[in-house]
């Protein structure tokens, strides 16, 4: 299958500071990228949603000014955590799919640490 | 949104078969899929099933679904230490984007 590169896989912070996190598609064009949170023992969850070029759409409940999203080309975008706190602390994973009807693969996840 | 429910963990020993279950809530999903995530790896797409029908088979792989129960579950014959790793299953509900995962499975095989 097609390969999804997210970077760093382990992060840890200070509070205060801010992340980001990469997802690069490597071998194909990205129309639609998720960005995806899991706490311990929970549920993967979306977060949001990005179309190359446009805003992202973002779930029910997560912070858009915190959780800054930017899909600027078909092959990368990037989740920026702003003023990270210890609640942060998660693992994030992203996908990324080509065109609408078409399987998304994801990256490996990275795992944030704010201490 | 979808609920998706799965045991946290599972251990088996190497050469049995593992089963891994799951329910959904959505009765109107329409595929329900399963991936395996191996340590520093993504999610890896293993086998999905489409909802109008109850049995899969793939290799080693074998998947049920009871629409009638919303529940789905993935067996692996002949286990093997090589499928140590986290099982997520997942839904996906008509017209939405995205997926509704549950919490990944943890299968442990023991030598």
């Known amino acids: 299958g097609a390969v999804v590169s997210q970077h760093p896989s382990r992060v840890i912070c200070k509070s205060g500071t801010s992340v980001k996190i990469e997802c690069r598609s490597l071998d194909f064009q990205a129309t639609t990228m998720f960005w995806y949170r899991q706490f311990p023992k929970q549920s993967l969850m979306l977060m949001a949603t990005s179309n190359e070029g446009s805003k992202a759409t973002y779930e029910q409940g997560v912070e858009k000014d915190k959780f800054l999203i930017n899909h600027a080309s078909l092959t990368l975008s990037t989740l920026t955590v702003t003023s990270a706190h210890p609640e942060d602390s998660s693992f994030y994973i992203c996908?990324?799919?080509?065109?609408?009807?078409?399987?998304?693969?994801f990256g490996q996840g990275t795992r944030l640490t704010v201490v | 949104g979808e609920d998706v429910e799965q045991s946290l963990f599972l251990s088996v020993r190497e050469g049995d078969s593992s089963v891994i279950n799951c329910t959904y809530t959505?009765?109107?999903?329409?595929?329900l899929y399963w991936y395996k995530q191996e340590p520093g790896a993504g999610l890896q797409l293993l086998t999905y099933i489409f909802s109008n029908m109850d049995m899969k088979q793939d290799q080693r792989l074998t998947v049920l679904l009871n629409k009638k129960d919303k529940h789905l579950s993935l067996r692996i014959a002949d286990t093997q230490t090589g499928d140590s790793a986290i099982y997520f299953c997942?839904?996906?509900?008509?017209?939405?984007?995205?997926?509704?995962f549950g919490t990944g499975t943890r299968l442990t095989v023991i030598p």
């Open positions: 997942a839904a996906k509900r008509p017209g939405a984007n995205n997926l509704f």
């Open positions: 996908s990324a799919r080509e065109g609408t009807n078409t399987e998304a693969f």
């Open positions: 959505d009765s109107s999903s329409t595929y």
